[in-house]
Each structure stands twice: as C-alpha cells, then as structure tokens.
C-alpha cells in the first residue's frame, strides 16, 4: 500500500534551516508529482509546494516562494525539502502529499521556529 513517511523537523531558531525528507513505497513514485502541506495549531492545511514526477518544474505557495526549495530523488524515492530563513510563522506539522487516485498523506513531522 502506499506509504509516505516525513523525518527532519525539529525546533529551529528564526532564521535557521531545515531539511525534510519523506520516503514513499507502495507506488511508482517517478510517475507522480509530490507535494508539501502543512499544518499550523488551530488552522486548515495548507499546501507549501509541488514537484512533477521528473523533477523538472516546482511550484511554490507565495508565502514561501524564495525561501522553500523542493526537489526529489526518484532512485531513492524520497522528495525533499529545504527550508531556509525560517520564520515563527513558519511553525507548523508539515505533510507529504500524493494524489493517485486518493488524497495519500505521511503522518507529518514538527517544525518549530522559535527563538
């Protein structure tokens, strides 16, 4: 079945970096694009960014665009994230997304920015 499980938040000060990564099985991953959500306390999940299945075009939401990068690895069927200038705002569980078919969903991993 399909599986997508997201390591690499943690606590981080404003300004500091992270990387996630999320690993999926179950599925051809080079044949869909992926996509990061995330979470804050209190409100809906929000979509961060998107990658096609070959890596070769991203798309950001306008809160993170310059900040955020995406990018995957389809050897190693793992898609990544790098956060870079985090903000409190920033603060959230952040989730791994695919859509075959179903809405999929990792079970999220804890960024918090906070000094």
């Known amino acids: 079945q399909v599986m997508l499980v997201e390591s690499g938040g943690g606590l981080v000060q404003p300004g500091g970096s992270l990387r996630l990564s999320c690993a999926a099985s179950?599925?051809?991953?080079?044949?869909?694009?992926m996509s990061w959500y995330r979470q804050a306390p209190g409100k809906e999940r929000n979509w961060v960014a998107l990658?096609?299945?070959?890596?070769?075009?991203?798309t950001y939401a306008n809160s993170v665009k310059g900040r955020f990068t995406v990018s995957r690895d389809n050897d190693k069927n793992t898609v990544y994230l790098q956060m870079n200038s985090l903000k409190p705002e920033d603060t959230a569980v952040y989730y791994c997304?695919?859509?075959?078919?179903?809405?999929?969903w990792g079970q999220g991993t804890q960024v918090t920015v906070s000094s």
């Open positions: 990658i096609n299945n070959s890596g070769g075009t991203t």
């Open positions: 997304h695919v859509l075959i078919r179903n809405n999929y």
């Open positions: 179950g599925f051809t991953f080079s044949s869909y694009a």
